[in-house]
């Protein structure tokens, strides 16, 4: 009874196993799973840099526009603190950008255009480092550079690590002003 079960059952498997290889029911399926993470990994880098590249461009602009009150002599005449300063800086973020422990601030007097700093204030084991910050607006006709600093924590901390320039997945985000200021109060 059995003698003749495997000249019966091997090609009913091959054909079992050749109708199953020629199904395309599920190709685009079985594709798209082994370009989706490529392509996931594209479009969040993309959108990474792209809100990288914004708020960059926000924090230049509120800089620009609080500065100018120190540029003028408004900020020096009124008393202005580095608290002042700051609330000045957060009213230009458009909401975008939190104002508490993540926005820091240096403003300072110097001797010439030719000694202002665009080094980052990390410390060797990518920690911010404000040691050095202070807020001194200067008076009439003195070059200030107003340094302003963002940390932002990376979204896609996985997908954009090449981006991290901090420890914890986060990229330091920093917008510059130095200028000359106005002979204000003359």
């Known amino acids: 009874m059995f003698s003749n079960a495997p000249g019966i059952l091997v090609p009913r498997l091959r054909q079992k196993f050749l109708a199953w290889a020629e199904e395309r029911r599920g190709a685009v399926a079985v594709e798209f799973a082994l370009i989706a993470i490529p392509f ?7 959108l990474e840099v792209c809100l990288l590249f914004i708020m960059s461009t926000v924090l230049e602009h509120s800089i620009s526009e609080a500065s100018r009150e120190i540029r003028t002599g408004q900020a020096q005449e009124a008393g202005f603190s580095e608290s002042d300063f700051r609330d000045a800086i ?20 110097l001797s010439g255009f030719g000694s202002a700093s665009s080094d980052l204030p ?17 008076g009439a006709n003195d070059v200030v550079a107003v340094r ?12 954009s690590a090449p981006l ?5 997945s986060k990229h330091l985000i920093q917008a510059n002003a130095v200028f000359r200021n106005e002979p204000f109060g003359d």
Do not use: Q
Request: aromatic residues 16%; glycine residues 14%.
């Open 90 to 109: 957060c009213s230009e973020l458009f909401g975008l950008l939190d104002c508490g422990s993540n926005l820091h601030i240096d403003v300072r007097k």
């Open 122 to 138: 990390l410390d060797g084991d990518g920690n911010f480092d404000d040691a050095g910050f202070g807020f001194d607006p200067g």
């Open 148 to 159: 302003v600093f963002y940390e932002w924590t990376l979204l896609t901390p996985i997908m």
């Open 164 to 168: 991290a320039n901090m420890n914890g």
């Open 40 to 46: 996931f990994f594209i479009v969040f880098g993309l």
